[in-house]
Nanobody, 124 residues
Framework: QVQLVESGGGLVQAGGSLRLSCVTSGRTFSRYAMGWFRQAPGKEREFVGA????????FYADSVKDRFAISRDNAKNTVYLQMNSLKPEDTAVYYCAAKDSSLYYTSPKRYDYWGQGTQVTVSS
């Protein structure tokens, strides 16, 4: 079993930045590919980005590419989501997820464990 806890959300003006953190516990963090997802009110959960378990490869949704960056520190059991140039349409609850795999996926159905989410609100 793996537990994930996100933090770092909040209210920010458009154009600003936030860094989300997701700390994991329970099993060896380095065996998991990690994903970030978000869900706005009335919408389905959508893929934001993912990072391979080694940290050597990342992949992003087109909507956040060149603005968001994912990194991980396997020594700290933590994955990060750096969000820059935030837009009001980035407003959502952000979730991290773990997949026991050498591969990462864009579908939320492929992930095994989820955090409780952290709210990000971007004002215009």
């Amino acid at each position: 079993q793996v537990q994930l806890v996100e933090s770092g959300g909040g209210l920010v003006q458009a154009g600003g930045s936030l860094r989300l953190s997701c700390v994991t516990s329970g099993r060896t963090f380095s065996r998991y590919a990690m994903g970030w997802f978000r869900q706005a009110p009335g919408k389905e959960r959508e893929f934001v980005g993912a990072i391979a378990r080694s940290g050597g490869s990342t992949f992003y949704a087109d909507s956040v590419k060149d603005r968001f960056a994912i990194s991980r520190d396997n020594a700290k059991n933590t994955v990060y989501l750096q969000m820059n140039s935030l837009k009001p349409e980035d407003t959502a609850v952000y979730y991290c997820a773990a997949k026991d795999s050498s591969l990462y996926y864009t579908s939320p159905k492929r992930y095994d464990y989820w955090g409780q989410g952290t709210q990000v609100t971007v004002s215009s």
